[in-house]
């Protein structure tokens, strides 16, 4: 069944309304691994379904590998499969839309690596709308080869919908926030220890049949400080299950989120979760709590020197929604980041709202190579009226041109074709140009231009679906940046915005070829 707008069922969570946050520490197991009857955990990344001709990214799940490190501490037996990574260069077509092809191994090898492992219970990944189809397919190949096996799942899509999975594809559990602690408790619940209605962030059947649910969001937090003063927030958290991932084959398939690296075996990390500002079209700030936690610089120093030494990384990615969100704790951070003497770059975007020269300095002095802003437009009153993001654009021009001139390559993300929201006038098109100016006056390197995209999770999908701008027959394997589906009557349709956004990118790119990474610029890397 290929899920669709008009599939998903009533909005779970608002994403315009503050969650209510119960801050947890990271527990350990009240149970005997010799008394357990769930012992094996699966842990499932789904196959990509992209644009045709898009580059599929392929770097290692983080967020499954926490959840494994967890379980492993506490003496469980656990497998991390990644379906992308594992059948990199294997594609599928889209069945009645040959535009869209999925990448990754199928259900039956799925099936078979399942069968070969023999778990007890399997937890499957849904971050995203348009793997949705995928994480489907992974379900199904649960029943076929471990049928007496449980199924969990979690993500950002899972957190919005979480009876379209329920109900519709008969799984045993859907956890709406972060899950380190939580899995961990739902296991171990299983297994005879604790009470199910403890669980904060989950939605889950009984042996009766029964559905518990409750939608409080589980963070991890321990509001602490290290001796040397720094934020120690989420440092319980153990160190991703590395060895559970194929690190070999990542390396070697080289499709990291940056497309100019100047390493070739390059790491990701997380030194904080959450952002602070509430853009409309992001489901980060819901899916955080619209709150900040921290790592301590040591902690993320010494993530990076045992990746250093086990995998002989030569580089890494910070991917961190805002890595300068606490300014002075990003500054202590940084120059603790001179002693690896490591390349790095910060590809998911980093907020100019957050940025002075002093930070630019350091993050250069340390080994930053590229950096990323996201700016989202050229527009101040689409900023303002349309993303709500909390930007200057008077104030941009000058950090930019710093930051050129201190050596760093600079990338900009920008989103055209904002509809009408809370009573404002949509953008026009004359406005989306003027974005497009922005980005060559104030000096980027390079940039991506993306159409306005109502992912699920988004005050933007809420909205869209409220003034009906979205087809409610739209697959959600099209819920990409490329594909343009908002259409405004009166003022533009998405294929049109489509149409410029990758136009945007070819002109803009093409007449800018000065880059700091390895590797050239080509269409399919935005």
Not at 115 to 140: C, K, M, R, T, Y
Not at 171 to 190: C, G, K, P, R
Not at 241 to 253: G, K, Q, T, V
Not at 398 to 403: C, N, P, S
């Amino acid at each position: 069944m290929v899920m669709r707008v008009d599939t998903l069922r009533t909005l779970y969570i608002d994403p315009d309304a503050a969650p209510t946050v119960r801050y947890k520490d990271v527990v350990r197991s009240n149970t005997r691994r010799a008394d357990r009857r769930i012992q094996r955990v699966m842990l499932i990344s789904p196959p990509a379904t992209l644009y045709k001709g898009d580059l599929p990214r392929c770097t290692y799940p983080l967020g499954l590998g926490y959840i494994a490190a967890v379980l492993e501490q506490n003496d469980y037996d656990v497998a991390i499969l990644d379906c992308l990574v594992e059948g990199y260069y294997q594609t599928t077509p889209v069945e009645d839309d040959p535009n869209f092809v999925t990448y990754g191994i199928q259900r039956d090898e799925i099936a078979r690596r399942i069968a070969l492992f023999g778990p007890d219970i399997v937890g499957v990944s849904s971050i995203f709308s348009n793997q949705s189809d995928a994480v489907a397919e992974v379900f199904a190949a649960v029943r076929q080869a471990a049928p007496s096996a449980l199924v969990a799942t979690g993500g950002a899509h899972a957190r919005y919908f979480p009876h379209n999975y329920i109900e519709d594809y008969d799984i045993d559990a859907v956890f709406l926030s972060e899950s380190e602690v939580t899995f961990l408790q739902y296991v171990e619940h299983l297994n005879g220890a604790g009470d199910i209605d403890g669980i904060d962030g989950i939605i889950a059947r009984t042996t009766g049949g029964s559905l518990v649910e409750n939608s409080d969001m589980a963070l991890v937090r321990n509001k602490s400080r290290t001796d040397q003063g720094f934020w120690a927030e989420i440092d319980a958290i153990p160190f991703p299950a590395w060895h559970l991932y194929n690190m070999e084959e990542y390396f070697r398939i080289g499709a990291y989120q940056s497309p100019y690296t100047v390493g070739n075996r390059v790491a990701q990390i997380y030194t904080s979760r959450g952002c602070t500002a509430k853009c409309t079209f992001c489901t980060t700030t819901n899916f955080w709590g619209g709150k900040l936690r921290r790592r301590s610089p040591e902690n993320v120093l010494e993530e990076l020197s045992r990746l250093k030494d086990r995998y002989g990384i030569d580089e890494f990615h910070i991917q961190d929604d805002n890595i300068t969100n606490d300014r002075q704790h990003a500054k202590f951070l940084f120059r603790r980041l001179t002693e690896l003497q490591l390349p790095w770059c910060t590809p998911q975007g980093t907020a100019l709202w957050r940025m002075d020269e002093e930070l630019l300095d350091l993050m250069a002095e340390s080994g930053c190579y590229q950096i990323t802003f996201a700016i989202e437009s050229g527009s101040q009153r689409v900023l303002n009226d349309l993303i709500r993001k909390p930007l200057d654009l008077d104030k941009t021009r000058h950090l930019i041109g710093y930051a050129r001139s201190i050596g760093l390559s600079v990338h900009g993300f920008f989103i055209v074709g904002m509809p009408p929201m809370f009573g404002n006038a949509g953008e026009t098109i004359d406005e989306m140009w003027q974005t497009y100016r922005f980005a060559g006056e104030a000096g980027f390197h390079s940039a991506s231009f993306f159409a306005a995209t109502p992912i699920v999770g988004s005050v933007l999908l809420s909205e869209c679906m409220r003034q009906g701008f979205i087809a409610r027959d739209t697959p959600l394997y099209r819920m990409s940046y490329k594909q343009g589906l908002i259409n405004v009557p009166g003022l533009w349709q998405g294929s049109d915005i489509a149409s410029l956004a990758a136009r945007f990118n070819r002109d803009f790119n093409q007449a800018n070829q000065a880059r700091k990474g390895r590797r050239a610029w080509s269409a399919a890397q935005y």
